[in-house]
């Protein structure tokens, strides 16, 4: 029987089970929690102990003789059984399953042991121990569960503690449980039981918290600068190698790349992380990240370092010859009700009509529907009073497809879209507004002149929808930002913050470095100087590899 280790106490109050298995990596914890129940066998009369430790080379018949041999002294004893490495082999396994099978009258098992991984929480060793008693696995406590377990803790010992300073208490221990129990040991001998403040922490309690690079990385996709600033001079002062920090860091950056170009392309949040394997306790953390993401996220901090003073020497062709891969998203949705796209690969084909434009299609996840709300009738041409026109008549003359309550139900099962990219030269500007009072604002886009804007309308990608709508039994659409605004919308932000020769004709150079800032290296989708005219990840991959290539090897 599986349980929490906030619920040992109340179990131990009734009968003992003649094994408990308690498994985690948090000393504290795993130490108090086979304190409980070796303090709660000697109430029920299990007055012999015997200390069984696994080493390199243990003989686990010890462990059968052990419980088969009698008891000189008492008539109820505990086998203390531990195993910090956490894994005891086939044969220590096997030795397991046959305790557990049939275990002692008057014994009690009591096994410690360090983290075991998912693989081993499965094997067949552990279910037989998890029949046959008890089995506690005990988990670290994460930064939102420290305070309320140190006020806890803090009230056992008769110290009244604000939540503030429950707060920076947990803060100065996070990941060192041990020392948050000796900095409460010391609060109390220094004043004795009563009220703790905030005042009281910061005077008398160091700085212990302990973290790992895994620390870092949540930190820094729940978005908490400060934290992972602190977290960050903590491994460096623990002596962890720069390339361990990297590695983490690196591994989900590139997991957030290309989920984001997904998400972008249209795909639902709970597909993407499930093709990634993302764990469910980070699933949150994850979602939360991709949802501050977008392609325009590089350019829009580091144009606020360079107008902030933080990144001065910028390049002043920051935001400039931004590209939209030149492209236009129409949409064909079948009026068949059993029509069903989602089971087929999300992208089947690429086709190239001429020597610049190329266009794919698109099938996305039952989740999708809430796209349809971006579109609407099919509409053509470059003026944007007529196509709302269009907009307007195709509304009143079909308002039952348009209009109705629910018509967004099953949209995306029906729906396949197309995105038609160009590989002309057009280009935009990101230019930061100001506010009230001159404050810094959002970034808007406009007319770069080094390049014409991308156009609002591509005929072929018209054609392409129509054609499709025709051989689904369906209906063609348009983006109602096209048609109604006269904004061209884009899956792909790329440049902004481009290569060039010099400041004066680009942001960083051919290696990737900003100029101004040598050890900053740009390598996302900023960089990219032009519009490919196709999905644009494999061009933005190979460009980072290129520039972390390029990067002196300082060993």
Known sequence: ???????????????????????????????????????????????????????????????????????????????????????????????????????????????????????????????????????????PLDSRQLPAWVRTRMQRRGLQSTPEAAALLAERVEGNLLACVQEIEKLYLLQGAGRVDVRDIAGAVADSARFDVYDLVDTALAGNGARSVRILNGLQGEGVASAVVLWALVRDLRQLSAMAQLLA??????????????????????????????????????????????????????????????ETITAATSELPDAD???????????????????????YGRGGDLMGINFGPLTAGRSRPRRAAAVAAALAAKPGRWLRPGRLGGWSRRTVLFT?????????????????????????????????????FIPLANEVAKRAAERIGGYAQSSLMESLLGTPGTAHLLGGAVIGTGPDRGVVDSSQRAFGYENLLVCDGSAVPANPGVNPSLTIAAMAERAISLVPDCG
């Open 1 to 139: 029987m599986q349980i929490q280790p906030d619920q040992l106490e109340s179990r131990l109050r009734g009968e003992l089970a003649p094994v408990y298995f308690i498994s985690g990596d948090e000393p504290l914890r795993v130490m108090e929690a086979a304190d409980a129940v070796r303090a709660r066998a000697r109430t029920a009369g299990f007055d012999e102990r015997e200390v069984l430790s696994v080493t390199a080379g243990f003989d686990w018949n010890s462990l059968a003789a052990t419980a088969g041999s009698l008891s000189l002294f008492a008539s109820r004893r505990v086998i203390d059984l531990r195993m910090p490495g956490g894994k005891p082999g086939d044969a220590g396994a096997k030795a397991l399953r046959a305790y557990a099978e049939a275990p002692p009258e008057d014994t009690l098992l009591l096994i410690t042991a360090g983290k075991l991984e998912p693989s081993a929480r499965k094997s067949r060793w552990v279910e037989a121990l998890d029949k046959a008693g008890a089995v506690v696995f005990v988990w």
């Open 265 to 326: 392309e249209g795909q639902p949040l709970s597909s993407v992380l499930a093709r990634f394997r993302i764990w469910q306790s980070r699933t949150m953390a994850f979602s939360r990240a991709l949802q501050r993401l977008s392609g325009i996220t590089c350019n829009r901090l580091l144009r606020r370092c360079r107008d902030t003073g933080s990144l001065r020497h910028l390049s002043p062709k920051l935001g400039h010859l931004v590209r939209t891969n030149s």
């Open 420 to 456: 038609t990219m160009q590989s002309t030269d057009t280009a935009l500007t990101l230019r930061r507004r100001r506010g009230p009072l001159g404050r810094l604002g959002s970034l808007q886009t406009e007319v770069d002149a080094a390049a014409p804007p991308p156009e609002n």
């Open 341 to 363: 796209y989602t089971a087929d690969v999300a992208i089947t084909a690429s086709v190239f009509p001429d020597d610049h434009t190329h266009f794919t299609n698109n099938t």
